[in-house]
C-alpha cells in the first residue's frame, strides 16, 4: 500500500518528536502494510515552515537510516502546504515540493472555512501543470455545511484526500458521516492516514480500506487504491467507480439502440 500522507520527518512539526518516534511510525506503516510513504510535514502552517530543500535532505536521512534498520520502507518527499498568499510566489522560489516528485501538491485549507480565491488558486495552479489534492476537506467546517462547496473545487481541478481517523471515526460521528458522505458524492479520491503519532494518529490504512469494501464495494477499494499508485507513478487519477458504471450503461444503450434500429 501506498500512503500519501504522513508526519513522519523526526521533530519538523506536530507528528514525530524525534528519530526514535520516526522508526517506531516507520515499523507500524511496514507491518500495516504500507510499502512507500509520502513524507508531509506542514508548511506554512503558520507554526511550521518546511522548505523543499531541507525536508529533501531530512527524507534522504530518513531512507538511510531505514536501510540501516532493516525496515521495508520507502519515504518520498513531500509538504502538506497551509493555502496562503505567497504560494504562488513561494512555487516560483522552489520551496515548495509535489508529492513524491509527482504532478500533485497537497494543500491544506484552514479547518473553519475555505479560503477566497481557492478555485482561482487551484487554476493557476493547474496552469503551472500541478494538480491540487485538498488535504481531509472532511474536517472543513463549510465542506461539512455544504458538501457543493467542494464539488466546486473538484470541478475546478482539484482532488480530494480522506483521512483514515475520519472515516473509522477517530474524530467524532459528524466528521466521520461527512467523510462517508463526501466518498460517495465521487468528491474523494485518494485515502491517507495524516498519520501523526503511533499511538494518538497512527496509520489505519489497511482497516480503511477493509471498511470500504465492506461499506462501499470492492470496486471502491480497488479505485482508491489505484488512485494512490497513480498518483505517485504521476499519472493522472481514475473516476469513481458509479461514474465508470454509468459510462459503460451509457455505451451499452448507445449499442443497443444502433441494433434496435
Ligand atoms: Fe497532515
Not at 506554512?44 to 523543499?52: D, L, R, S
Not at 487554476?123 to 503551472?128: G, T, V
Not at 481517523?165 to 495524516?194: M, N, P, T, Y
Request: net charge negative; hydrophobic share 40%; with cysteine.
Amino acid at each position: 500500500m501506498i500512503d500519501i500522507h504522513s508526519h513522519i520527518l523526526p521533530g519538523v512539526d506536530d507528528g514525530a518528536a524525534d528519530w526514535e518516534e520516526t522508526l517506531a511510525l516507520a515499523r507500524a506503516a511496514a507491518s500495516d502494510g504500507i510499502r512507500t510513504i509520502v513524507a508531509t510535514p506542514h508548511h506554512a502552517n503558520p507554526k511550521y515552515w518546511n522548505y523543499a530543500s531541507e525536508v529533501k535532505e531530512l527524507t534522504a536521512q530518513v531512507n538511510e537510516r531505514l536501510t540501516a534498520e532493516g525496515i521495508e520502507l520507502t519515504v518520498l518527499p513531500g509538504q502538506e502546504i497551509r493555502v496562503y498568499d505567497e504560494l504562488l510566489e513561494a512555487w516560483s522560489r522552489g520551496e515548495l515540493l509535489t508529492l513524491g516528485g509527482s504532478d500533485c501538491v497537497l494543500l491544506e485549507m484552514p479547518s473553519s472555512s475555505i479560503p477566497k480565491g481557492m478555485a482561482e488558486l487551484i487554476h493557476e495552479l493547474r496552469i503551472l501543470g500541478l494538480r491540487t489534492i485538498i488535504a481531509h476537506p472532511e474536517r472543513n467546517r463549510e465542506v461539512a455545511r455544504d458538501p457543493r462547496l467542494l464539488a466546486e473545487l473538484v470541478d475546478a481541478g482539484a482532488y480530494g484526500q480522506v483521512t483514515t481517523h475520519s472515516l473509522l471515526g477517530g474524530f467524532g460521528r459528524q466528521i466521520e458521516r461527512v467523510a462517508w458522505q463526501l466518498c460517495q458524492k465521487g468528491l474523494i479520491h485518494v485515502v491517507s492516514s495524516d498519520a501523526h503519532h503511533i499511538e494518538r494518529r497512527n496509520f489505519r490504512l489497511r482497516e480503511a480500506y477493509e471498511k470500504i469494501e465492506k461499506e462501499l464495494g470492492v470496486s471502491w477499494r480497488v479505485y482508491f487504491e489505484r488512485n494512490a499508485e497513480q498518483l505517485i507513478s504521476g499519472h493522472p487519477l481514475e473516476n469513481m467507480p458509479e461514474a465508470k458504471v454509468k459510462e459503460t450503461l451509457k455505451i451499452w444503450r448507445k449499442i443497443s439502440n444502433i441494433f434496435r434500429h
